[in-house]
């Protein structure tokens, strides 16, 4: 009984090694790629609407906290408000789909399956960059949002979008991987999901990277209110992140998960 039970706590304790987390996500993002469209659709906007509780938490906690130098270190806890709200409510966010979804794609690494990844990042960044649309849109031309909050909003927006071409890319790279690694660590800690996800979201924005969905929102909010143009919004902001995020949370996180794990599936098969 002594040697089951030292047993079964060994086996416990190597529940989630590496091999098995990379199980459960890869089965996670086949489960994605079969979604109907519609469903991809609408939990992309959705998304991409509640994100913007992140603009909205940080502009609240900038416009009330006393202007000190500590100041900065807890206003950006309000960034983690609209991250909670799309991790916790399994929507769809175009940054955590640049690794459920190519788990998948390297185990099958397919034409059919690139083309499958490709089609849902399309739908999800598409639904996404909706959803950011409609929240700006509320903030621009609503009384939903008090007027005291509005300056805060756009300090936040012109930042965002206040960098050059390549420093935006190169600041989404860190984004990409916290997400990514959100995404990783999960399954081994679903009863500290809301620490995990505060602690990760938090870094993001104290150290001023850049994400694509939720930049999305200011991007949108200083189109509508006249406060940059199109082409700086697109060139200067919007592919350099795009490109980052996804360089960080593919090309960086998805490799290095894949590659740790790899020469154990390989014994599998």
């Known amino acids: 009984m002594k040697k089951f039970k030292e047993s079964q706590i060994i086996q416990d304790s ?21 979604r109907p469209l519609r469903s991809l659709i609408w ?10 509780f992140s603009v909205l938490g940080e502009a609240i906690l900038r416009t009330h906290l006393p ?3 500590s ?4 206003e950006n806890f309000g960034y983690s408000f609209g991250f909670l709200l799309v991790i916790l409510g399994r929507l769809q966010l175009f940054t955590e789909n640049t690794i459920t979804t190519v788990f998948p794609l390297v185990s099958e690494p397919t034409p059919r399956m690139f083309l499958s990844v490709m089609r849902l990042w399309a739908i999800v960044l598409s639904a996404n960059v ?21 300056p805060a909003i756009t300090d936040l927006s012109e930042h965002a979008l206040g960098f050059e071409p390549g420093e935006a890319f190169m600041r989404a790279i860190p984004a990409g991987i ?28 104290a150290g ?14 200083l189109l509508l209110t006249g406060g940059t143009t199109a082409n700086t919004a697109i060139f200067s902001f919007f592919l350099p992140v795009l490109a980052g995020n996804i360089a960080g949370g593919t090309a960086v996180f998805t490799l290095m998960a894949w590659g740790q794990v790899k020469d154990e599936l390989d014994e599998e098969d």
Do not use: K
Not at 44 to 51: N, S, T, V, W
Not at 178 to 205: H, Y
């Open 178 to 205: 916290l997400v990514a690694a959100i995404v990783w660590m999960l399954p081994q800690v679903p009863g500290s999901a809301f620490l995990l996800i505060v602690a990760f979201t938090w870094l993001i924005a």
């Open 14 to 34: 190597l529940s989630l090694s590496p091999r098995l987390v990379y199980q459960i996500i890869r089965i996670e993002g086949e489960e994605e790629l079969a």
């Open 130 to 150: 909706a959803g950011a649309f409609a929240a700006a849109a509320l903030f621009a031309y609503t009384p939903a949002i008090p007027a005291d909050l509005l």
């Open 71 to 74: 100041r900065y270190v807890f």
């Open 208 to 221: 001023d990277f850049t994400h694509i969905v939720a930049g999305s929102v200011e991007m949108w909010f």
């Open 67 to 69: 202007d000190t130098p």
């Open 43 to 52: 939990a992309g906007i959705a998304a991409g609407m509640l994100i913007s």
